[in-house]
């Protein structure tokens, strides 16, 4: 008999705080998938309940419904997805639907070749189904001047919700992490990158849902956390 972490040849993890608006939408046309998803539901809505009711009516899917009465955060959302993934290959994606699952299973097929692979939309051959507005591309490009800056990595889209990873490289950084908020995607990046992880940046067909749940402050206090993240020794 196969053991459990042999039975899925991947695991996706989706963080899900009060979703129950639009988390429906990422399994709407999705009728089989090779793994298990895990989505994380730590607020105060029905979103758990939902998930749940899709997982009894669509059981070819996998989907496991992880339940916190606590808010855990972004971070804090993947790192309890991925602490229970039982595959070779992990991810996480947002819950807004904006990468499709179809689009996650392409950037696993990355993994033949890399430890670490990083949709983005904004390398050459990235599709974006509507444009950003301007004032959110200019956020966005000033918040990766300020991670090349603080951290050195060089690329170009750190904060798009869909990333994939072979287990035991994520394995090997996830106790070490300090961020738990939205900065959790850089600093999860750059541990990898300094435990010598081979990173690809690939070009992903990216819908644009709005509705994003990135506030004016919550930049504030991913600037914070970034600088936390920086110098504050990792934890041992």
């Given amino acids: 008999m196969s053991s459990p972490a042999t039975e899925f040849r991947y695991s996706?993890?989706?963080?899900?705080?009060?979703?129950?608006k639009r988390i429906a939408c990422i399994f709407e046309n999705l009728r089989c998938f090779d793994g298990e998803i895990i989505v994380v539901c730590d607020g105060s809505d029905h979103t758990a309940d939902i998930i749940e009711t899709i997982a009894r009516d669509q059981p070819a899917l996998g989907i496991r419904c992880l339940r916190f009465s606590n808010r855990?955060?972004?971070g804090g959302g993947v790192i309890a997805g991925l602490a229970t993934a039982r595959a070779p290959l992990v991810g996480y994606v947002d819950a807004d639907g904006s990468t499709s699952i179809e689009e996650m299973i392409r950037l696993f097929g990355h993994l033949a070749s890399y430890d670490v692979v990083i949709g983005s939309r904004w390398v050459p051959g990235s599709a974006p189904s509507v444009r950003q507005g301007w004032v959110r591309r200019l956020e966005s490009r000033g918040f990766n001047t300020i991670i090349r800056l603080l951290f050195g990595l060089t690329f170009h889209?750190?904060?798009c919700g869909a990333k994939v990873f072979k287990k035991n490289a994520v394995d090997a950084v996830l106790p070490h992490l300090i961020a738990q908020g939205f900065e959790f995607d850089?600093?999860?990046i750059w541990r990898l990158e300094q435990a010598g992880c081979r990173i690809e940046e690939v070009p992903i067909v990216w819908q644009n849902k709005g509705d994003s749940r990135v506030r004016k402050g919550d930049m504030l206090r991913m600037l914070a956390g970034l600088l936390r993240v920086r110098f504050r020794p990792a934890r041992p």
């Fill in 186 to 188: 850089v600093e999860l």
């Fill in 12 to 20: 996706l993890v989706i963080p899900a705080y009060n979703e129950e």
């Fill in 72 to 74: 855990l955060g972004k």
């Fill in 157 to 159: 889209d750190t904060q």
